[in-house]
Nanobody, 123 residues
């Protein structure tokens, strides 16, 4: 079992930055690939970014490529999402998730989920 707790969300103006954190507890964090997903009101949950267990491979949705950076610190059992040049369309609840296996952009492959943190970008 892995418990995930996101933090760092908030209200920011367009063009601003936020850094989300996801702290993991339970089983060995470094065994898991990690992903960030988001869900806006009235929309389906969508992939944002993912990182392999070692941090050596990262993947991004086209909509955030070049603006967001995913990273992890296995010593701190934490994964991060640095979000720059934020846009109003980035407004959503952001979730981190853990996957026991090969890193993936597909939500259904993830085994554990956090409760989410709200990100609101004003225009």
């Amino acid at each position: 079992q892995v418990q995930l707790v996101e933090s760092g969300g908030g209200l920011v103006q367009a063009g601003g930055s936020l850094r989300l954190s996801c702290a993991a507890s339970g089983r060995t964090f470094s065994w898991y690939a990690m992903g960030w997903f988001r869900q806006a009101p009235g929309k389906e949950r969508e992939f944002v970014a993912a990182i392999s267990w070692s941090g050596g491979s990262t993947y991004y949705a086209d909509s955030v490529k070049g603006r967001f950076t995913i990273s992890r610190d296995n010593a701190k059992n934490t994964v991060y999402l640095q979000m720059n040049s934020l846009k109003p369309e980035d407004t959503a609840v952001y979730y981190c998730a853990a996957l026991s296996g090969i890193v993936s952009m597909y939500a259904e492959r993830y085994d554990y989920w956090g409760q989410g943190t709200q990100v609101t970008v004003s225009s």
